[in-house]
């Protein structure tokens, strides 16, 4: 009787042991599989927090840079031929800018803020056209025309804010 009670108690014991160590692998795999887990979707919250910032600094930007064309040529109306030269010079580098902060835009948002950002940068050439026959012949149909294309770039920035917006409520 005593053998087959310390075969009993080895076999308990062993089994015992195994079980531990299939509990504990059992365990560790499953702590892994949670971390890894844990990490991707830590990963995947920065990578959306980063493009949403992006995204939010670079219409900022582009918006801004709109509004800066915007103010600068309400005026144009009053100035004299060399007035409108000097304005036509300064609107070419605000539309330098503007180029840029629209590239920025096509490499990050998604393509309803691309089609309302490059609206508002073909507009910005239409106005330089508009301005240049301005500088050039100062009469009232070329005022009248930069007018109307100037009314027509302001009312393009509303349609890009309300496609950023939405652009930076799907992220």
Sequence with gaps: MSDNSL???GLTGV????ASSLASWL?????ADAARIQVSAT???????GVRQTRRAAYLNLIEQAQVVADELRGVDGLSTTGCTAALAAHRD???QLRRT???????GPSSAQVAAANLLI???TLA???AATAENSCRENRREFQRTLRAYIRLIGPFVAAAAAALEET
């Design 7 to 9: 075969f009993i108690a």
């Design 15 to 18: 089994t015992a042991i195994a």
């Design 27 to 31: 365990t560790s795999r499953g702590n």
């Design 43 to 49: 990963t995947q919250a920065q990578r959306r927090d």
């Design 94 to 96: 605000r539309h330098k």
């Design 102 to 108: 629209v590239t920025l835009i096509d490499l990050e």
């Design 123 to 125: 507009m910005s050439g």
């Design 129 to 131: 056209t508009a301005l």
